[in-house]
């Protein structure tokens, strides 16, 4: 049985090639990608035994999502879904740099993820896990998905489960308000918070240094674990009457997306495989580095390329 189940939502990634705009472009490059699976796929690179839990197309392209994942490691848990209508959700990734930026423009509704519930999911994976990961992007998605994201946590902690949940808002999906009111009613379920310091900021109004809120947060709604990431100015995490900080390590960026997905696979593979909290963030932190280096969504590195960042340039952490 795996060690690590996520659940949410993987879309067909495509990209012109650099330089290109999408109204000019004739190629597209394809790749797959969506917060849960991608933390799937990080743990599993890192020694973890993960499954993801979804819902796909009976088609190609939902055959396409399972064997990418496979061959990264990582069990599928799917529901097929084989109506007229099923379809896999896209996202077009347009790069650019300085001034001009990278766009995102996604085409995901009715996917149909969007439409599963806790009946028609194989949910026995959830079992004998001893981790269950999922994001806020999940129950932005629809209100039937809202619906199962809480019944899976709540069963899951029924089991005796750990749960882990990243705010991960998305402005495209909801707003700020709409979120935060969706994360609080979710909390009674969580073990361990992972947010960005700006989420926090944004959907949770709160604000102020960063060790502060992470304990208010761990304090107010029970969690095990707090942990902000701060980009560029790294991690903190609460935990046990402890607060863990951890530096960035530095990166030639050369594809930013998924990379806060890479932070928390590598955080929950090595807390699954022992590590104490100081030690997992040091991990988060290097995965993430190491992800800014790879084209696509998927964090593809090793463990030992972690360990040797690590080893390189020191842990960067201050436990107090």
Not at 4 to 23: C, I, K, Q
Not at 31 to 46: D, H, K, P, Q
Not at 82 to 95: F, Q, V, W
Not at 178 to 192: K, Q
């Amino acid at each position: 049985m795996p060690d690590l189940v996520t659940f949410g939502e993987t879309m067909l990634r495509l990209s012109p090639p650099r330089g290109e705009r999408l109204e000019r472009t004739r190629t597209l490059d394809t790749a797959i990608g969506g917060a849960e699976s991608n933390v799937a796929v990080a743990a599993a690179r890192l020694g973890c035994e993960a499954a993801w839990l979804s819902k796909l197309p009976s088609s190609p392209l939902g055959r396409r999502v399972t064997g990418e994942l496979r061959s990264h490691g990582v069990e599928p848990a799917v529901a097929w879904d084989e109506t007229d209508s099923a379809r896999l959700g896209t996202y077009y990734l347009e790069y650019g740099g300085t001034p001009r930026g990278t766009d995102v423009v996604y085409d995901r509704r009715d996917a149909s993820v969007t439409t599963a519930t806790p009946s028609e999911l194989p949910t026995a994976t959830l079992d004998d896990a001893e981790l269950f990961y999922t994001s806020g992007i999940t129950p932005a998605l629809s209100p039937t998905l809202a619906d199962t994201t809480e019944a899976l946590l709540a069963a899951a902690r029924r089991a005796g489960t750990t749960t882990a949940f990243d705010l991960n808002y998305r402005s495209k999906l909801w707003s700020p308000d709409a979120a935060g009111e969706a994360y609080t009613s979710l909390f009674p379920h969580i073990d361990v918070l992972v947010a960005a310091e700006r989420d926090v900021n944004a959907c949770l109004n709160r604000e102020g240094d960063a060790i502060e809120v992470a304990n208010a947060l761990l304090h107010e709604f029970g969690f095990e674990t707090v942990i902000l990431t701060r980009g560029a100015h790294g991690s903190v995490a609460v935990h046990d009457g402890d607060a863990h900080e951890q530096d960035a390590y530095t990166a030639d960026t050369f594809d930013p997306v998924g990379s806060g997905d890479a932070f928390v696979g590598g955080y929950l593979a090595r807390r699954l495989r022992g590590g104490d909290v100081a030690d997992a963030l040091a991990y988060g932190a290097a995965t993430a580095s190491l992800k800014r280096t790879i084209d696509g969504d998927l964090a593809v590195v090793t463990p030992e390329e972690v360990r040797a960042l690590i080893a390189a340039d020191g842990d960067g952490g201050i436990s107090r």
